[in-house]
């Protein structure tokens, strides 16, 4: 499970926001036996722009779905004390991680080779059909006249356009999370935080 900690393109006090609020959930997580990685996070001159974090844990799902939403921090402004503003807003995410891909994952079928190719051609199963079971991308490869032959240049095959596959997963993940910056609902917040001391609303 992925979970995007985000200040929404807001102001310096939303970024300080996403700092407190994220040292909340880490500690949350802990009581929870949650593991929690940081993958990356991006400062700000006085707290956090975002961070992507990866969960896991028998109870990640239930610390995932107290945290998504809105979060909204009630305070003076730390930075700006004449600030009539004292609603400060950043975002939590969740996103689906891409899987990894593994060689066990290929299935293989040998066939008799069809089409132009001369006297061998049709003789022996040399042509290869690889398939990826979890995407059910396949190729089929009958251009070397040895079965090993095939096979092998078929694995290459599979995982290049596999790769493909997967670059694409990271291109809409990537602009997922590139929205999400941009997508915040103020004003219903799912968790609300008060006071310099981050203090949490029940």
Not at 3 to 23: D, M, N, R, T, Y
Not at 28 to 49: N, Q
Not at 55 to 69: I, K, P, V
Request: hydrophobic share 35%.
């Amino acid at each position: 499970m992925l979970l995007q900690f985000s200040s929404a393109q807001g102001p310096e006090e939303c970024c300080i926001a996403v700092e407190k609020a994220l040292a909340c959930f880490l500690q949350e997580a802990k009581s929870l036996h949650v593991t929690i990685d940081v993958l990356e996070s991006f400062p700000s001159k006085h707290g956090l722009k975002s961070a992507l974090l990866s969960l896991d844990g028998e109870h990640g799902e239930q610390l995932l779905q107290a945290w998504c939403g809105t979060v909204q921090w009630q305070c003076q402004s730390p930075l700006r004390p004449r600030h009539k503003r004292k609603n400060w807003f950043m975002s939590v995410t969740h996103f689906s991680p891409i899987q990894p891909i593994e060689d066990s994952e290929i299935e293989f079928e040998f066939i008799k080779a069809q089409g132009a190719g001369g006297q061998h051609v049709n003789k022996t199963d040399s042509a290869v059909r690889a398939k990826h079971i979890a995407t059910g991308i396949s190729v089929k490869v009958q251009s070397e006249r040895s079965q090993h032959a095939n096979k092998k240049l078929a694995k290459a095959l599979i995982h290049w356009k596999l790769s493909e596959y997967q670059s694409q997963q990271q291109t809409d993940l990537d602009k997922q999370r590139h929205l999400s910056h941009y997508q915040i609902e103020r004003g219903n917040a799912s968790l609300t935080f008060v006071g310099k001391e981050f203090k949490r609303l029940i």
